[in-house]
């Protein structure tokens, strides 16, 4: 491919006939780790916000501006579950709102283990905020602190013409389809027809079941700190079934884990190996100048330097390859 090719439009905005809007749809070949999109917000606020602070937020922005943000989308028009509508402004940004700086919650987000980043302030995007959801996301947003953009990356490689979605704050993905649907109807009020949750019955049933093992696992590997060839095996076995399930936003947190199994043990090769697989998710997530992609290119570059290392007698384990 030319570089000529390479700088087009990674995506155009089309009809989502899944969600009765619009959605961003990829416009060529974008391989995983892609820089699709980098936006800086039309306007943040801080989670206190009101109709009356939206508006003086938007008075600020040019008429265009502002008539294009009355485009977006409105999931607060009507009343729900007994709770009132939102006034227009209000209910525009709360629908299309994305978190934007360094809430307590981001370094768990760093790792892929929630989704659910709160930041201090949130922001409304032109482009950004026209992604749908999904439950099985192809993207990955990451707000750059530095730049005070929001950066879109490619999960995996994504074909042209596939829609592009990400999962929205605070909807855990590994969940049951049940429990994402009320979560996500009760939040975000709309019923979710992302692949995942269009499955039929017997597929639902296998996705629910490798979701909930994930999770459990997660827990588990927590607690095999004295056990690392217990602990490796269950993050070989959560890795492939994010592979099976395509939820690659986890990789790194599990890859980082059987690093750290590595060099409990002295097995500093294994260690290298398996944190160049963390940088390389992260990198993949939140680019190379993301934090823990920084951190993880340090623990590659000498894996001895991590606070665990020796701890427990020497053993070898096992590489990511394996
Ligand atoms: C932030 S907007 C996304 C862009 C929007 N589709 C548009 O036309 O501007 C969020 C709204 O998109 C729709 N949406 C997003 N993801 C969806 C999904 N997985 N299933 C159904 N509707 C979805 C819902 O109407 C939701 O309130």
């Known amino acids: 491919m030319s570089s000529a090719e390479d700088t087009s439009p990674a995506f155009q ?20 780790g892609t820089l699709i999109l980098s936006e800086a917000p ?3 606020l801080p989670p206190t916000r009101t109709n009356s602070t939206v508006l003086s937020a938007l008075s600020q922005r040019t008429r265009e501006e502002q008539s294009e943000f009355f485009t977006l989308w409105n999931a607060f028009k009507a009343p729900h579950n007994g709770r009132p509508p939102l006034l227009p402004a209000l209910g525009i940004f709360a629908t299309n709102a994305l978190p934007c700086g360094d809430g307590p919650e981001s370094a768990k987000e760093e790792t892929g283990w929630k989704t659910g980043l709160c930041g201090p302030r949130e922001g409304v995007f032109l482009q950004a905020s026209r992604l749908n959801h999904s439950c099985r ?7 750059d602190p530095d730049m005070q953009e929001m950066r879109i990356r490619a999960l995996r490689d994504i074909e042209p013409d596939e829609e592009l979605c ?8 590994l969940q049951a389809r049940a429990e994402r649907t009320t979560e996500i109807e009760e939040v975000f009020r709309f019923v979710c027809t992302c692949e995942a949750c269009s499955l039929d019955r017997e597929e639902c049933l296998e996705s629910d079941r490798k979701r909930a093992a994930v999770r459990r696992l997660f827990e588990e590997i927590g607690q095999c700190g004295k056990e690392p060839t217990l602990g490796m095996r269950k993050v070989q076995l959560a890795l492939r079934l994010l592979q099976e399930e395509q939820l690659v936003h ?5 890859s980082f884990d059987a690093f750290q199994f590595c060099v409990l043990v002295s097995d ?7 944190v160049r697989k963390a940088w390389e998710a992260t990198c993949n997530t939140s680019g190379p100048d ?14 001895r330097t991590h606070q665990l290392a020796g701890v427990l007698p020497r053993m070898t384990l096992s590489g990511p390859g394996s």
Do not use: H, Q
């Open 268 to 274: 500093f090769a294994n260690a290298k190996a398996w």
């Open 13 to 32: 905005v089309a009809p989502s006939p899944r969600t009765g809007g619009v959605g961003l749809f990829a416009t060529r070949v974008l391989s995983r």
């Open 290 to 303: 993301s934090p823990a992609a920084r951190t993880f290119k340090m623990y590659w570059a000498n894996p």
């Open 166 to 173: 990400m999962s929205y704050v605070g909807v855990d993905i």
């Open 42 to 44: 039309l306007f943040t």
């Open 250 to 254: 986890y990789e790194a947190s599990f």
């Open 137 to 143: 996301p192809n993207i990955c947003r990451w707000w």
